[in-house]
């Protein structure tokens, strides 16, 4: 058998490197070689004027190929071939800008390809391979080599610019020799500079994946670093780098830092002169034809994304929404058979989980078994969800039947044998396991009947730009699950003052809305009587597959994680109501307004917004925290232990009408419009009053023109008590007030924004049209909602 390797002991130099550093210690300045006996630089000074030139040199010998490639025959052989050249001329120059990239920008192991061990591994083997059989120490100097490859970045790129600059100015730039001298050649202090500036930021960036445990890029980074400083110490000396760095440092005297007037001329003059040259060299290239562009750009391409391909990060540039709803999607999530009859349900220990924790599901079901498909709601190119695990067996189980408290109507199961989900944590990939809203499909078997179980995935630590808040706190108001609600017209014998998310979703006493069964008021509205005269169509999903479908960064949270977490909103540019988002308590206000003051953006998409004070206690069977509404409303003058406790310094937490004595906060004060009190359902138009405004930028819309069909069913209107910077953009006409669009800016720069509809989010998408009601899809108000975000 006949092996083939590189042939003598100059082997680095014939892979791109330099001499035989075996044979000198792996040094590389302070020893002579004879002039007429080695062509190899001897010091670090001298292999810059030799790389700059290598790197130089194909550049300039490009246009003569693209010439020549222009004359030959077009067959795909040729077509190879050409490739191959012009991949050997342009390698030298754009492979650094390739490692660059791969230092700078972090790579996800989620999407590390197969690619990485087909190219860069059996190269590193076989490297390896030849050092050994060379007599070299195989994987050691190996990392040798790769530590001086290292320190030519900045060199071949320094060649490389050297030949744009002859290319654009047409001037020929001066052969330069390689110096064969017995003492050392000082290196340029610009060079220098640059590989400590690179050390530096190898560890800098490798220290900062680190924290925020991107362990994969940081790996990358710290061993990048630890051979820049080793190739430092070896390939130029700390002590010899400091000789070059102090004469240009002293030469940075103040005169030298402010230019002449006379040097301004000149500059001014070149200047001139270089313009030209500048369009001279475009005509030429125009003149060379098509070939020279499409060819050089190909290679171009190739080459810069070379590192996205071999490493998976060609995504790098999207948001974790825009990566993950490229993934396949699916339609699987309907339910085809909805449980009418309490078939199948169950409820999630918490509202929501963030990424790294445990949430668990609990079921009743009297079937023999049932399985579990879990999904994440958004675009999907239209599907609506996304299957991320399932499917999961698990054996039926009849729960025990709650106990309700008599005092304030309180029903809470307390089911046995959950199943525990845990949410990994990928840090290096926001797409596993994304933030969303999660629906948990439960299908008895073998039956077929389905419910769901809600539940959202957080992400802490991801600051996105817009954080979606899912309203809970109002789903589970209207929740009638076990008889009771905060709500007499589902209550038997009386509404509740406690409510408790311990329980599942009730299913819609409307048989259009039973699809939605478990969900809460995600996909479908459970928000009023039968007969009253509105859509059981629900708002948040729309917004959710509208946003996604945009590419919007949002990560998403529920109105209990704003009421829990101080620090929640912070780390996002703007916060989203959407929907029906009637429900608040004290801390949820605040948190929110502070986060208005420091200057993040409030979007209201939502109408009859913070109308209702509550408190969020513990769960009395379990002692989980914020499990349990209170709501007294209507009779806490009489009945909220906080109203008649005689105590005033806890009045402000009474659960009435933020609007009313004793809390006395309109909410006004915070959205810029309130809840008009009707007593019947408002399905309308909005009229636009102020065309001009930026908010109606390229709608095209001007006053008087309207947006159908978006007012409703519970609408908010202007007061007295919004911030005296408050705009209307459009109203309509009601009985006695007007619902508004309004905006405002508050004092520290954030802006406001409310729709002071309900139905803004049926503008945007159009699920659950024609079944729960017709379209009104509106171009204008999704500009709009553009514009505003």
């Known amino acids: 058998m006949i092996r083939r390797y590189i042939q003598d002991r100059t082997v680095i130099e014939d892979t791109e490197s330099t001499v035989d550093l075996m044979a ?26 030799q790389r700059g030139r290598w790197a130089n040199g194909g550049l300039l010998i490009l246009p003569k190929l693209l010439r020549y490639l222009k004359q030959v025959s077009k067959t795909p052989a040729s077509a190879a071939q050409s490739f191959y050249q012009l991949h050997y001329l342009t390698s030298l120059a754009l492979s650094p800008i390739c490692v660059l990239l ?25 490297y390896t391979r030849d050092l050994s059989i060379l007599r070299y120490r ?33 001037e020929k730039i001066p052969f330069r020799r390689t110096p064969k001298v017995l003492g050392r050649t000082s290196a340029p202090a610009l060079y220098v500079a640059l590989e400590y500036g690179l050390l530096l930021l190898c560890c800098v960036t490798g220290l900062f994946y680190a924290s925020q445990g991107r362990w994969i890029s940081a790996a990358f980074a710290l061993v990048n670093g630890a051979l820049f400083g080793y190739a430092i110490s070896s390939f130029i000396g700390f002590a010899e780098s400091l000789e070059d760095l102090l004469p240009a440092w002293n030469s940075l005297r103040p005169q030298r830092l402010v230019p002449s007037v006379e040097a301004i001329g000149q500059r001014i003059v070149g200047s001139t002169s270089y313009v030209w040259r500048v369009q001279t060299m475009l005509r030429n290239l125009r003149a060379q034809g098509s070939l020279y562009l499409t060819l050089s750009s190909c290679c ?6 070379a590192p996205a391909a071999l490493f998976g990060s060609a995504d790098r540039a999207l948001s974790p929404i825009q990566v993950e709803n490229r993934k396949p999607g699916t339609t699987e999530w309907v339910l085809t058979r909805p449980a009418l009859h309490h078939e199948i349900e169950g409820y999630a220990s918490l509202t929501s989980v963030n990424r790294g924790d445990r949430v668990k599901l609990f079921v009743n079901t009297a079937a023999d078994s049932y399985t579990l498909h879990i999904y994440r709601m958004g675009w999907y190119q239209g599907t609506g969800a996304r299957e991320i695990a399932g499917p999961i067996r698990r054996k039926g189980q009849v729960q025990p039947l709650p106990i309700m408290d008599p005092n304030t109507g309180l029903i ?26 999660y629906l948990a499909k439960l299908t008895a078997e073998p039956t077929g009947e389905e419910s769901y179980i809600i539940f959202v995935v957080r992400d802490d630590a991801r600051p996105s730009t817009y954080l979606i808040q899912s309203s809970v706190t109002t789903f589970q108001a209207y929740n009638n699950w076990g008889g009771k609600s905060l709500y007499a017209f589902n209550s038997a014998g009386g509404q509740a003052a406690n409510v408790s998310f311990n329980r599942p979703y009730a299913i819609s006493p409307l048989p259009l809305a039973s699809r939605g069964v478990g969900a809460g008021d995600f996909l479908t509205s459970n928000s009023f009587p039968i007969g009253y005269q509105a859509s ?3 708002w948040e999903y729309n917004m959710v597959r509208w946003l996604e479908r945009e590419g919007y960064d949002v990560t998403y949270a529920t109105n209990v994680d704003v009421h829990a977490n101080q620090g929640l909103l912070t780390s996002h540019h703007a916060f989203l109501s959407v929907g029906h988002d009637e429900y608040w308590s004290w801390e949820m206000r605040r948190q929110v307004e502070q986060a208005r003051n420091r200057g993040i953006h409030v979007g209201f998409f939502s109408a009859n917004t913070c109308y ?34 005689q105590d005033p310094t806890n009045d402000y937490l009474v659960t009435t009408k933020w609007r009313n004595p004793p809390v006395n906060r309109p909410e006004a004060a915070l959205i810029g419009s309130m809840f008009i009190e009707t007593d019947a359902p408002v399905d309308g138009d909005f009229a636009i009053e102020d065309a001009t405004h930026w908010v109606l930028d390229g709608t095209g819309l001007h006053q008087g023109d309207r947006l159908p069909g978006l007012l409703g069913y519970e609408v908010d209107g202007g007061r007295d008590s919004a911030p005296p910077t408050t705009h209307v953009v459009a109203r309509a006409p009601l009985a006695q007030h007007e619902g508004t669009v309004t905006v405002y800016n508050s004092a520290n720069g954030a802006i406001v924004f409310s729709t002071g509809s309900m139905q803004w989010s049926w503008g945007l998408d159009d699920y659950s049209v024609p079944a729960l009601r017709k379209s009104r899809l509106s171009p204008a108000a999704q500009q709009i909602t553009r514009n505003v975000l």
């Open 24 to 49: 000198r210690g792996w040094r590389l300045f302070n020893y002579p070689e004879r002039l007429a006996y080695s062509a190899t630089p001897g010091d670090f000074g001298s292999l810059i004027i």
């Open 102 to 126: 791969l230092l700078t920008v972090p790579f996800s192991s989620k999407l590390m390809t197969v690619w990485f061990s087909m190219t860069a591994i059996p190269y590193f083997l076989l």
């Open 138 to 170: 195989g994987v050691i100097d190996f990392l040798r080599v790769y530590a001086l490859n290292l320190l030519l970045l900045p060199v071949h790129l320094g060649g490389a610019l050297k030949s744009v600059q002859q290319l654009v100015t047409g």
């Open 300 to 305: 171009a391409v190739l080459e810069v994304f």
């Open 412 to 437: 809470e199961c307390r089911w046995e044998n959950p199943f525990t989900l845990a949410i990994p944590l990928n840090r290096s990939d926001a797409t596993d396991w994304a933030s969303g809203i």
């Open 536 to 538: 059981a169509s629900g």
């Open 612 to 645: 209702w004070q509550i408190r969020l206690e513990p769960s009395p069977l379990t002692g989980e925290s914020d499990r349990t509404i209170v709501a007294y409303k209507e009779n806490a003058p009489w009945h909220d232990p906080l109203q008649i406790d």
